[in-house]
């Protein structure tokens, strides 16, 4: 018998087979050249971009949900391309918005006020936080100031045409000092800061994270008055209804965001605190005794149209409008957006 390889049937059989193969692998080969040639020759197309939006955003501890909807790029996630605008203050904040160079800005309760009353055409989106030790009188014990009723004949330095004053003012009236018997020097923020530091002024208003920071410079020197139950700072999330009207997408991917930052901070208050802190440069253990997850919410709600009243006759008061009547600050809140997203944060009576 010969050898199998010798069988001429069987080598015919292998050779078949091997040829199959060797033809199928060409041609494999080539489906892949061809294909590699058609997508070096498409030009590839590009994503879209994102829609952008610019948000002129007061750096301070109320604005700790946008702060963490940036760091945990939960703007983007929803589809928007979110630019923050620093400053250091909310009226400046607001007004990038009234000079067209941003299209939202958050602002503190005070300030809108003021703007308004000027005939300024802005609208209320939504509450973001409301924080009680967001703002503090800071004194300087050798001028013998322990105790608010010690402010009497004292100066105090602050940044007018913000809800400073009237902080400050609430507090002086819950401790029965005369507001006359005070002196206001009107400051930036970094003078003020100076001007107390060289002892120009007896005390100053200052907001987080400076009053932290004069903390931990200036410990035992210094006495820090919050007024928990006197005044809750709320920030405020605004625009011009024009451009409003025009971008509800991007409004509510933006509110969607904002409740999405929230839910991370009741969440995982640690770990947000840490990030809040690092942003704004504030010492975690200072944070751990300023951060408070229930100070962030968005909503609209009864308080807030109470609250924009109740400022609005105190500055009619002071002489610092002229209005012939209160404003119906309920027009001015646009809360079809905040309803669409979230209908439980809309709890104002209409």
């Known amino acids: 018998m010969k050898p199998a390889s010798d069988v001429p049937g069987r080598r015919l059989a292998v050779g078949r087979h091997g040829l199959l193969w060797l033809t199928l692998l060409a041609a494999a080969l080539a489906g892949i050249a061809i294909a590699a040639f058609v997508l070096m020759r498409t030009p590839a197309v590009p994503l879209a971009p994102l829609p952008a939006v610019t948000i002129a955003v007061p750096m301070q501890l109320n604005s700790a949900s946008l702060i963490v909807a940036s760091a945990q790029d ?9 630019i923050e605008q620093p400053f250091l203050l909310g009226k400046d904040a607001l007004q990038s918005v009234i000079d067209g160079k941003a299209d939202l800005a958050v602002v503190a309760d005070t300030p809108l006020v003021f703007a308004l009353s000027r005939g300024e055409d802005i609208a209320m989106l939504a509450g973001i936080s409301r924080g009680r030790r967001s703002l503090a009188i800071v ?3 050798d001028r013998g100031i322990r105790r608010m009723q010690d402010l009497a ?23 029965e000092v005369p507001g006359d018997q005070v002196k206001l020097v009107d400051l930036k ?9 060289d002892g120009s002024v007896d005390a100053i208003v200052m907001f987080q994270p400076f009053t932290a920071r004069l903390q931990a410079e200036m410990g035992d020197r210094i006495t820090v008055f919050y007024g928990e139950e006197v005044y809750a700072f709320r920030f405020i999330l605004t625009g011009k209804p024009t451009w409003i009207d025009k971008h509800p997408h991007e409004i509510r991917q933006i509110l969607t965001a904002l409740i999405a930052a929230n839910k991370v901070i009741h969440d995982d208050p640690l770990q947000t ?3 809040v802190g690092q942003a704004l440069r504030i010492d975690d253990a200072i944070m751990a005794t300023l951060f408070d997850p229930d100070d962030y919410m968005v909503s ?18 002071q002489g610092l409008i002229t209005l012939p009547a209160t404003p119906n600050y309920l027009r001015a809140m646009r809360y079809r957006d905040l309803e669409a997203v ?6 104002f009576v209409r």
Request: aromatic residues 8%.
């Open 273 to 275: 605190r840490r990030t």
């Open 300 to 317: 609209l709600d009864q308080a807030m149209l109470l609250a924009l009243d109740d400022q609005t006759r105190w500055a009619v008061k």
């Open 342 to 347: 979230r209908p439980a944060a809309v709890t």
């Open 189 to 197: 923020t970094d003078d003020a800061i100076q001007a107390f530091k």
């Open 153 to 175: 004949g004292k100066s105090v330095g602050l940044s007018k045409g913000t809800n400073f004053t009237y902080f400050l003012d609430a507090m002086l009236q819950v401790h």
């Open 74 to 82: 939960l703007f983007r996630q929803q589809g928007v391309d979110v």
């Open 139 to 141: 004194t300087r014990n």
